[in-house]
Structures are given as C-alpha cells and as structure tokens.
Nanobody, 126 residues
Framework: QVQLVESGGGLVQAGGSLRLSCAASGRTFGSSVMGWFRQAPGKERQFVAAITWSRSTYYADSVKGRFAISRDNAKNTVALQMNSLKPEDTAVYYC????????????????????WGQGTQVTVST
C-alpha cells in the first residue's frame, strides 16, 4: 500500500512563500508521476503542478512562474515551492501519485492519479 503524507502548509501573507513537501512510503516511486492539486471551499479539485520520473514539469497557468515542483527519487519525496502567494491560492493542497505515466494529456486530471495524501491547508491573507 502506498501512503502520501503532506507537510508545510500554514498561514502566510500575500506575497510570501511556502514550501510544501510530500513523502511517499510503500511501493517504490518507480516511474510514477507526482502531482499537486488544490481544493478551495465549494470548488472542485484543481490541478496545480505535476512532475514525471524524468523531472519534466507541468503547471496550471494560474501558478506558472510562481510555483516550482521538484522531486527526489532517492528519498521518495516531492516538493512544491510556492512564491508570490495570492489570497486566491488559499486552499487545501493535496499530493497525488500516478503509478503509470499515461502521458501529459492526463496529468491535469485527478482521475489519472492512484493515491492521494490527506491534504495540507494553505491560507494566504491580504
């Protein structure tokens, strides 16, 4: 069984930075695709960023240039560095893993991911 545990959320002022981390345990990282999603109250879960085993990265337009996803395959971890945070970035952030790389067209879809973390709250104040 695979477990994903996020950490690093919190309260930050607009313009500030946070770094989220996700640690995976269980089956090996393998050729998995790792993603970050977020969900604000009353809204659908939204794609934020994804990274492949070979470290190709993909971002939602709303975070491009502000957020950076990275992974350490040896340590089975993935991180999301969030800079220039805005109040609209406020949400619960989820780490997700897809065991099979189905191709970039699928990275933005929650349904492409097999495992999810419990989420970590990020709140950006004005």
């Amino acid at each position: 069984q695979v477990q994903l545990v996020e950490s690093g959320g919190g309260l930050v002022q607009a313009g500030g930075s946070l770094r989220l981390s996700c640690a995976a345990s269980g089956r090996t990282f393998g050729s998995s695709v790792m993603g970050w999603f977020r969900q604000a109250p009353g809204k659908e879960r939204q794609f934020v960023a994804a990274i492949t085993w070979s470290r190709s990265t993909y971002y939602a337009d709303s975070v491009k240039g502000r957020f950076a996803i990275s992974r350490d395959n040896a340590k089975n971890t993935v991180a999301l560095q969030m800079n220039s945070l805005k109040p609209e970035d406020t949400a619960v952030y989820y780490c997700a893993r897809a065991d099979v790389d189905r191709g970039s067209v699928y990275y933005r879809s929650p349904g492409a991911y097999d495992y999810w973390g419990q989420g970590t709250q990020v709140t950006v104040s004005t």
